[in-house]
């Protein structure tokens, strides 16, 4: 009988790791997590607790988001780690790294970020999944900056995590309007 491959496992299937900080979690990540359950059984969202990025939501926060988008879903599994993402992999049954990218800027910190990866263990790749073009532009930092001015990120991020930022910036919790031509 042929050897059962790592993340092979007969309960789980094909499983990928989706590590990131999620501080705070957006459409362009659900994206990725969700084309790449049609290639994965199960995806593991792994958030860093990368403290030294002085994140603005907790790692119980940004759990608690992403744990309730993926409430439904079952191939999502959430969770969190410190330390090295390779020693946190090992201990998974996950086969692949799966990262989103964006434009040509994401290409270079990725790019060192896949070989670190890869050279501190030989055996584990990197996905990498392009962002649907209604999310290239989404990313965590420009979400907080533009909440955090008072623009409207609905449609950018899911609802929990609008009236989240509104409650971390004190912001009303009233729709904002999108500024459009004709106003
Ligand atoms: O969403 P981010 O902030 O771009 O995610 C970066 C993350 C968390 C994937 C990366 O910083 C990471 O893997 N951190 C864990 C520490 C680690 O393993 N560092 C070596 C890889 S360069």
């Given at each position: 009988m042929a050897k059962r491959k790592k993340g092979e496992d007969k309960d789980m299937g094909k499983v990928a790791i989706y590590p990131g900080?999620?501080?705070?979690?957006?459409?362009?990540?659900?994206?990725?997590v969700e084309r790449a359950l049609e290639i994965f059984d199960k995806v593991i969202i792994a958030i860093?607790?990368?403290?030294?990025?002085?994140?603005?939501?907790?790692?119980?926060d940004r759990l608690q988001m992403v744990k309730a988008f993926f409430k439904d879903t079952p191939k999502v599994l959430v969770d969190s780690f410190k330390g090295l993402l390779v020693d946190y992999v090992a201990k998974t049954n996950?086969?692949?790294?799966?990262r989103g990218l964006r434009a040509t800027s994401d290409f270079e910190y990725?790019?060192?970020?896949?070989?670190?990866?890869?050279?501190?263990?030989?055996?584990?790749?990197?996905?990498?999944?392009?962002?649907?073009?209604d999310y290239f532009f989404v990313s965590s930092r420009t979400i907080k900056e533009v909440a955090r001015l008072g623009g409207g990120v609905e449609g950018l991020v899911p609802?929990?995590?609008?009236?989240?930022?509104?409650?971390k910036f004190k912001l009303p919790v009233t729709k904002k309007k999108q500024i459009g031509w004709d106003d």
């Open positions: 900080s999620f501080d705070p979690i957006t459409y362009g990540h659900i994206d990725v860093a607790e990368n403290e030294e990025k002085r994140p603005l939501f907790s790692v119980e996950a086969i692949v790294i799966l990725e790019f060192h970020m896949a070989s670190m990866n890869r050279s501190l263990n030989t055996h584990l790749d990197t996905l990498f999944m392009m962002t649907s073009k609802d929990l995590v609008v009236s989240r930022l509104k409650e």
